[in-house]
């Protein structure tokens, strides 16, 4: 493919996009597939000839499509956004273009501080500290990582190194295995399965704190856990607090638990992945009240800020602890500039108290959790086995899609509002085919 042809054919790739995206409502959300399906469909072996476009346009309208679950369809419901939009898929085309790898500012100086920069925009929007920014002589910053997962990991892997040579300050003697097996880190029960998976990669123990009637982490539970594990010789060291919990957007107290961290020389990170973008607006700031405690923050631009995966924003307050646990100079990395610094769709809320309201009106059904942002968790009243069938006819039907999640001992439906294209009227057709299937779930004789 020369330069003519390229621009022949990207033209005809924008036209096919802009074709499935403004005709995406037309598509059946979720797949009717079964798992191998596209292996017979396929060659077994890469071709030794190149295909044709049309040919392969045609493959992936008869071939891939079909398979595809259409997450930007106004009928999908499930988990959380996953954000595009028109402008953010033009920046990709001269992202790839330009092709730099920006692992330091030598290997791209207007990468690196662009980034530096557009992080300092991004946290001034959210009315971050001034700790978190790099500014001009800022001890701070932002980087951009690929996920809140990959956040929360780096921001353990940081904590364990910064504690075991502060232990190692004061006792030389010490050893870094002797000290890695008394570290312990902490979350609430509600926290993702993401940082569970943090303290399995960093080595350490990870305890769950039990949260309370809103499924938040408060003081007295996480200060009761630090004095049992202190009794027994651990060594407390990191928190992971969730603002916007991925099983129903509860959200622990940070005025609590932030003072009992910074009391006890223990990392604070705070994982706000899908909650963190509200905090533009000015009537959801307060929750993220408590900020001013952690050493580090992260939430996901790519969910509700109109931004492509992966684009997951995370701010230190001192980027030497971070650079400190990673730093690496083989020679070819080296140069002169070694320690260079480093629009959304608020709809959602209203959408989702718009269905909110519809579960409310209807007596057979129950609301499970405060309705805080864009995710409403919802159930009908009765078993955990009449929400499932009512979960499978939701799913088998294939008009939305949603996912479930646990509170408690509670099977719960989450009704996440996702799509940039989602509008009212999506809503309560939603509505209405989940109250019909629940009539005739209802109706249906039982065992």
């Not at 097996?181 to 080595?203: M, P, T």
């Not at 995966?309 to 030497?320: E, I, L, Y």
């Amino acid at each position: 493919m020369d330069s003519a042809e390229f621009r022949r054919r990207g033209k005809e790739m924008v036209d096919f996009v802009a074709d499935y995206l403004e005709g995406i409502e037309g598509r059946q959300v979720y797949p009717d597939v079964e798992p191998g399906y596209l292996r017979p469909l396929i060659p077994t072996t890469a071709p030794e000839e190149p295909d044709t476009f049309e040919d392969i346009i045609s493959d992936v309208e008869k071939i891939i499509m079909p398979g595809v679950t259409h997450w930007h369809s106004p009928f999908f419901f499930a988990y959380f956004p996953s954000a595009n939009s028109y402008p953010a898929l033009l920046a990709d085309i001269l992202c790839g273009a330009i092709g730099c790898i920006g692992f330091s500012w030598a290997a791209s100086p207007a990468c690196t501080e662009l980034e530096t920069v557009m992080m300092d925009w991004l946290g001034k929007m959210l009315k971050l500290p001034e700790a978190f920014l790099a500014g001009q002589v800022g001890e701070g910053g932002g980087v951009i990582q690929g996920s809140a997962s990959e956040a929360t990991l780096v921001a353990l892997l940081a904590a364990r190194t910064k504690v075991t040579r502060r232990l190692q300050a004061a006792s030389p003697g010490l050893t870094q295995g002797a000290i890695m097996e008394k570290l312990v880190a902490y979350s609430s029960d509600q926290a993702h399965s993401s940082v569970e998976r943090a303290g399995l990669i960093g080595g350490v123990k990870l305890k769950a704190i039990p949260s309370d009637g809103k499924f938040a982490m408060r003081a007295s539970a996480l200060q009761e856990a630090l004095e049992r594990d202190k009794a027994e010789g651990l060594i407390p060291f990191f928190v992971v607090a969730t603002l916007g919990t991925t099983s129903c957007c509860s959200f622990d107290n940070l005025l609590e638990v932030g003072p009992i961290c910074n009391k006890e020389d223990m990392w604070l990170h705070i994982d706000a992945a899908y909650a963190g973008s509200s905090f533009i607006c000015p009537e959801f700031r307060h929750l993220l009240n408590g900020v001013e405690f952690a050493d580090s923050f992260n939430f996901n631009p790519h969910k509700w800020l109109l931004v492509n995966f992966d684009c997951s924003a995370m701010w230190v307050k001192k980027r030497t602890d971070l650079i400190g646990a990673f730093k690496l100079d083989p020679l070819y990395l080296k140069h002169n500039h070694q320690d260079s610094g480093l629009i959304t769709d608020y709809r959602h809320v209203g959408l989702a108290h718009q269905f909110e309201r519809l579960v409310q009106q209807d007596p057979r059904f129950e609301i499970c959790t405060e309705v805080t942002l864009g995710l409403v968790c919802f159930r009908l009243k009765g078993s955990n086995r009449l929400n499932e069938e009512l979960l499978e006819r939701i799913n088998s039907a294939k008009k939305i899609h949603l996912v479930p999640c646990h509170l408690r001992d509670k099977f719960v439906l989450r009704f996440a509002i996702c799509a940039r294209t989602v509008e009212s009227a999506h809503v309560q057709l939603a509505w209405e085919h989940v109250a019909q299937l629940a009539t005739s779930l209802l109706a249906a004789p039982r065992d």
